[in-house]
C-alpha cells in the first residue's frame, strides 16, 4: 500500500494547472492533427509551435512532480515515461518545413505517444485532485 499524498495549496494549484495544461495540450494536438487535412485550420503550424514550447514547460514541471512524488514510484514511473513523448516531438527536427514528413511525425508518432501518456498521468494524478 502506498502513502497518502498530502500537499498544500500552493502545490495543488500546480498540479490542477498542469493537469488542465496537458488537456490543452491535447487538444491542440488534435487541431494539428485536424489541420493536415482541413484547409479552414489554417494555424497548425503556430499551435505546433506552441505545443512544442508546452511539452517543454512538462519537461520542468515533471522535475517538480518527482521530487514532490518521490515516495509514489507509480507516480514517478509515469512522470518518467514522458520522455516517449518528448523522443517522438523530437523526430520533427530539420522537417518542419516537410508537410508529408510532419504530417506523419505528429498523426503517426506524437500525437499517439502524447494521448497514451496523458491517459497513464491522468489515471494517477485525477484522483488527487478530487481528494
Do not use: C
Amino acid at each position: 500500500m502506498t502513502k497518502a499524498v498530502t500537499f498544500d495549496e500552493k502545490q495543488y494549484k500546480l498540479l490542477a494547472r498542469y493537469v488542465s495544461m496537458l488537456e490543452t495540450i491535447e487538444e491542440a494536438l488534435e487541431y494539428v492533427t485536424a489541420s493536415f487535412s482541413d484547409i479552414e485550420k489554417t494555424e497548425g503550424d503556430r499551435v505546433l509551435a506552441d505545443v512544442f514550447e508546452a511539452l517543454g514547460q512538462v519537461s520542468e514541471s515533471n522535475k517538480i512532480f518527482i521530487e514532490l512524488f518521490k515516495e509514489h514510484s507509480d507516480i514517478i514511473g509515469v512522470l518518467n515515461k514522458f520522455t516517449h513523448v518528448t523522443d517522438q516531438a523530437l523526430k520533427l527536427n530539420g522537417h518542419f518545413q516537410e508537410s508529408n514528413i510532419k504530417e506523419e511525425i505528429v498523426k503517426g508518432k506524437l500525437s499517439p505517444a502524447f494521448s497514451a501518456w496523458k491517459l497513464k498521468i491522468d489515471r494517477v494524478l485525477k484522483p488527487l485532485l478530487n481528494n
